[in-house]
């Protein structure tokens, strides 16, 4: 959303992503001889929301000035 001709504004996103059977790398002893061992994560959850705000105070000619301000918000569930 913007408003004043773009000069002010705000977005918002929401997110749920689903991870089945990932693949990852794990550390281990390397007195096993390996410095990793590849493990199934099994199902990983990923979801949140970002809130982005915007504001162009100045602007004069070829001129602009922009601030931006950025709020996330991040839950992981493994299982």
């Known amino acids: 959303m913007a408003?004043?001709?773009n000069r002010l504004g705000f977005d918002f996103t929401y997110y749920d992503s689903r991870t089945l059977d990932q693949i990852l790398a794990?550390?281990?002893?390397?007195?096993?001889g390996f410095?990793?061992?590849?493990?199934?994560?099994?199902?990983?959850?990923?979801?949140?929301f970002e809130v982005s705000l915007y504001?162009?105070?100045?602007?004069?000619?070829?001129f602009s000035w922009s601030i931006n301000a950025n709020w996330t918000k991040k839950y992981f569930i493994g299982s």
């Not at 794990?26 to 096993?32: E, L």
């Not at 493990?39 to 949140?48: F, L, M, R, S, Y």
């Not at 504001?55 to 070829?62: E, F």
């Open 3 to 5: 408003f004043m001709q």
């Open 26 to 32: 794990a550390a281990v002893s390397t007195a096993t």
């Open 35 to 48: 410095s990793s061992s590849y493990v199934n994560a099994g199902e990983i959850q990923n979801k949140g």
């Open 55 to 62: 504001a162009t105070p100045v602007k004069i000619g070829d």
